[in-house]
């Protein structure tokens, strides 16, 4: 079994796996038994101000959206920070680093934009011997309407203000928590690096509504008849998270700066993921809400077999892989042909591809009357539309051409070097090739 | 229909050789990667899983299966295999129905609990293809210890012993290791000798020395035994077996049932097997279905399992009643044997129904049989064991027994439900407990 053993901005945890700031870090009842069952960390629900905490509602606080067999996708909450009194945090954390002083504790913090508050707040928090903060500026809901969480982190100016007071108030590692709910991610990011922040965290929960009630009216979760948009996350936000990783991962302006992958991590291959594209570690709130603490170990067993058979020293050699290959899309390279290829051993003869291809793709399905399905290599643009709809894993591929073939649909033969769209015929912009 | 089919007696070939490997193939197919993600699919990942506590290893299942969910079936065989060595077999051959898949919370909703069987299967299989043991030894402790039953208890307690760092010798009266997992476990459940490359892929651990042949009260002695090692173990199941107790017992085609399995066990082919025409198998258990299912199965025309209570005290899970239903198999339940006629060999076995209580009815049948098989239960065999509890041997704890360093498990232990996945919990369970009190860590 792989040393999982990750060092996340001078921090070290014996796992990547840290658990986001968020109801499973709420108390130190929760965190023991996290740390019991096998986290490398956690960032503790976010603290606010001293005096008297927020309220949540009393009602239901949170929405969810379900692919088959109920297996949750998606989860929307409208909880605020935390709703304890900070000094009862704080001593909490102190207690629970005492016993456990190889498990990493971030504090999270959301105060007021103004250097008092943050320098007070930084002071107080230094004392719990807690590894580092993240500052919370993506929380959609609550508290954006009093000035704070992603009211902040939507003006990279604040975001990179408060990043500096808390690099010049405190000698703790910092890392600024990056809210979805704006255009262009790496705005914010360049703002944190540029305030002195150590690493960003990505990414808070998205701006949501998950369902309305066809009776009532009312959005869910419904409290007294009226719902307020949500923070989403889960599965379903992996993609959006993913994508904002590499973009920061990848841009020359802000490439280099440690990122702490989250949105949906449920498995092991999720994490390795979101560290292939960047991702120094990974943290997780809805896995462990759906499943319980347990689900570590499958993230564990799982990411060390894969590092022992891609014969990785450590998991560093994973973080970055795969950002080289994010590109965009001009530089894709249009003489890469493939086709579509249906395993009859595989096929159980469903039609969904025929479907799939047929009424909304290029026709490029053809159906025998005993119900055989083949790929129409003359119609087939290789989409994969029906690879996604295919029902059975495996049973249809995108096989390449190989250079030198002549494309049935085209007619045109296969060549074997790179061109892509910036020199192409049709672009009336296209740049001479050198 | 082949020459033999009809034909009186007990007679070789009653199916031809396809027929055969058609019906002694796979009585569960393993599971492709396909079935295999799909069936994991359907799992909660429940806290306190229902389904751990029924399983008497204890396998961490919702894990395995979360494992296999995410693409590493091997990290579930470790799973799997860290609790339970002889996982590969427990997934072929435990009663599903009656414990981890019984008490599947996907059972309470649909009936239909997730396949937990099957997936500890698709995992263990994975990795014992790979030729991967998983486990290695601690640091040599210098203790040594004698095992003695090379079935699953013996099996499981050596494994575990050998992990620890302890020197083991397993000692097994028979010529092949592996116990009733060789022996007895019906050919439908361990196909392509699975057994014994089972066997062979948990010697990998090493430190194990397997001594066949070496029959405890012949060969060997247990006062020696105590002499020359620092632990001893004794997993030796039930050799025994009950008998009738009817005149004409004796009579040619009568036989112990484990014997004529282990005969099919080890058969290199059975069309050669001599099966009756008419076999009728007497008792309620898993012996005595297992009896029954595979007489048919090699051919036999008519087979009556006969036992002297209702279906409900059946010993046999009502899944294994259906299954031997299911291949032709008729069950009749309160009747007692009380004669067996013929005239040399075996003609017929006289019956009288009773009821609940045992008591006789006066109402009486005959059955024609050419071919009689006894599964009434097996026993303990064996002098100077530690002292017995019933007819098995007496435990307390993890398998201590009244004799200083001897511990026991498996079948030949009182208390034990006589499954291999309860030998194999027992074997662990002891070993540990020889660890502990061997290195001073007793309780
Ligand atoms: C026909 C049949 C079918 C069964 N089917 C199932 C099933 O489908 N599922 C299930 O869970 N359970 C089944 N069982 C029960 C299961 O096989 C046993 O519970 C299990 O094998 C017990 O393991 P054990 O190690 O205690 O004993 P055994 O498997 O009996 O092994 C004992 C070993 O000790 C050796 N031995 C005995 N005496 C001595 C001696 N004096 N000296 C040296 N060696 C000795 C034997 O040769 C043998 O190798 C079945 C049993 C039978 C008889
Ligand atoms: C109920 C709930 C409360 C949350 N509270 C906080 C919080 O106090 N501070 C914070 O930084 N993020 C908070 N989050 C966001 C999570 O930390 C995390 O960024 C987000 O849920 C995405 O990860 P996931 O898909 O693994 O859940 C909360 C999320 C949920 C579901
Ligand atoms: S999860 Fe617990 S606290 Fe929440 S509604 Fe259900 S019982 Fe109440
Ligand atoms: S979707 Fe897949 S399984 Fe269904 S017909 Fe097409 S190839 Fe076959
Ligand atoms: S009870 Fe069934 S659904 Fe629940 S963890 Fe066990 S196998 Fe999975």
Redesign the pocket.
């Known amino acids: 079994m792989a040393d999982l053993t990750t060092n996340f901005i001078g921090i070290t945890s014996p796992n990547p796996f840290w658990l ?4 499973p870090t709420d108390k130190e009842y929760n965190v023991r038994r996290a740390f019991e069952a096998g986290w490398g960390g956690v ?1 503790w ?2 603290l606010g101000e001293a005096g008297p905490p927020v309220v949540n509602v009393n009602g239901p ?2 929405g969810a959206i379900y692919g088959a067999d109920r297996r949750l996708l998606g ?1 929307n ?1 409208i ?4 709703d304890r009194p900070l000094e009862v945090n704080l001593e909490e954390m102190k207690r629970v680093k005492r016993d456990w002083p190889d498990r990493t504790l971030i504090a ?1 913090l ?1 105060v007021p934009v103004n250097e008092d508050a943050w320098r007070e707040i930084l002071h107080r928090v230094e004392d719990t011997g807690c590894d580092g903060v ?1 500052l ?1 500026f ?2 959609p809901h609550g508290m954006s309407e009093r000035g704070m969480g992603s009211a902040v982190g939507q003006v990279p100016e604040y975001v990179g203000q408060v990043a500096h007071w808390c690099k010049k108030h405190s000698s703790l590692p910092v890392i600024v ?1 990056l809210t979805p709910n704006i255009t262009d991610i790496r705005k914010p990011a360049l703002a944190a690096k540029e305030g002195g922040a150590d690493a960003v ?1 990505l ?3 998205i701006n949501s509504i998950t369902s309305v009630d066809l009776d009532s009216f009312s959005p869910e979760p419904s409290i007294d008849g009226k719902g307020a948009h949500g ?1 989403y ?3 379903a ?2 993609p959006i ?1 993913l994508n904002m990783v590499a973009e920061i991962a990848r841009d020359p302006a802000t490439r280099g700066l440690p990122i702490s992958g ?5 498995t092991w291959r999720d994490a390795a993921e979101f560290m292939a594209l960047g991702a120094g570690n990974v ?7 759906t499943y319980g603490f347990r689900i570590v170990q499958e993230m564990i067993s799982g990411l060390s077999q894969y590092i022992d058979d891609k014969g990785f020293a450590s998991v560093d050699q994973l973080v970055g892989r795969a950002v080289p290959n994010v590109v965009n899309w001009q530089d894709l390279n249009l003489n890469y042909v493939a086709k579509a290829r249906i395993s009859q051993d595989d096929c159980i003869k469903c039609g969904r591809c025929y479907a799939a291809c047929e009424d909304t793709s290029h026709q490029a399905i053809a159906m025998s009357p005993d119900r055989v399905f083949t790929v129409k290599d003359d119609e087939c643009v290789a989409c994969n539309l029906c690879v996604n709809v295919c029902p059975v894993e495996g049973c249809i591929t995108m096989e390449p051409m190989a250079a030198g073939a002549v494309d049935p649909r085209t007619g045109e033969v296969v060549r074997r070097e790179y061109a892509n769209w910036t020199t192409h015929p049709n672009n009336p912009g296209r740049c001479a090739a050198e | 229909m082949s020459d033999n089919a009809l034909t009186p007696g007990i007679v070789a070939g009653r199916l031809d050789p396809q027929h055969l490997a058609e019906n002694f193939t796979d009585l569960h197919p393993a599971l492709d990667d396909h079935e295999a993600l799909v069936a994991a699919d359907r799992c909660y990942f429940c806290h306190d899983a229902p389904c751990i506590t029924a399983c008497p290893t204890d396998i961490d299942i919702p894990l395995f299966i979360r494992q296999i969910a995410t693409g590493t079936p091997e990290a579930a065989a470790r799973t799997i295999l860290s609790q339970n060595i002889l996982g590969g077999m427990c997934a072929r051959v435990c009663p599903t129905e009656t414990l981890c898949e019984e008490a599947c919370v996907r059972e309470a909703a649909e009936g239909k609990p997730v396949l937990i069987g099957r997936l500890q299967r698709y995992a263990t299989d994975t990795l014992i293809a790979q030729g991967v043991h998983p486990f290695t030894r601690a640091a040599p402790t210098g203790r040594r210890i004698a095992v003695v039953g090379a079935g699953p208890a013996g099996l499981a307690c050596a494994h575990r012993l050998a992990m620890h760092g302890h020197d083991v010798t397993l000692y097994d009266g028979r010529a092949k290791p592996g116990g009733l997992n060789e022996f007895g476990i019906a050919a439908y459940k361990s196909t392509d000798s699975f057994a014994a490359r089972e066997v062979d892929w948990l010697m990998q651990i090493g430190g194990i020395t397997l001594e066949t042949g070496k029959r405890l009260g012949r060969e060997v002695s247990l006062a020696g035994l105590r002499e020359d090692f620092d632990a001893v173990f004794l997993g030796i199941g039930l050799g025994g077996v009950n008998a009738l107790g009817l005149n004409g017992e004796d009579r040619e085609g009568m036989r112990d049932a484990v014997d004529f399995i282990a005969d099919l066990r080890q058969a290199g082919d059975l069309a050669r097997l001599p099966i009756g025409r008419d076999v009728v198998v007497i008792g309620g258990g898993m012996t005595a279905v297992d009896a029954a299912v595979q007489a048919r199965l090699l051919g036999a025309l008519n087979v009556s399992l006969v036992y002297r209570r209702g279906r409900d005290r059946m010993n046999a899970s009502r899944y294994e009643q259906d299954l031997a239903t299911s291949k032709g198999v008729r069950i009749i339940t309160n009747a007692t044997p009380i004669a067996v006629h013929g005239n040399g060999a075996v003609r017929e076995v006289e019956f009288e129904y009773t009821d609940d209580d045992l008591n006789p009815t006066g109402q009486r049948f005959r059955l024609a049989a050419d071919q009689v098989f006894k599964a009434i239960g097996q026993t303990l065999e064996g002098a100077e064991l530690p002292d017995l509890e019933g007819r098995k041997i007496a435990v307390t704890g993890a398998g201590r027994t009244s004799l200083p360093g001897v511990w026991a498990g498996g079948d030949c232990a009182a208390g034990g439900d006589d499954l291999t996945v309860t030998a194999v919990a027992q074997g662990r369970d002891a070993a540990e407990d020889i660890h502990a009190s061997l290195t001073g860590r007793a309780s």
């Open positions: 986001a700031s968020a109801p960032v629900k976010t606080r949170y989860l909450n909880e605020l920070i935390t999270s959301m993240e919370n993506g929380c928590k965290s990414i808070n929960t923070g996350c889960g599965p936000v992996k998270a989250i949105g949906g991590v449920t943290q997780v709130c809805t896995a462990a809400m």
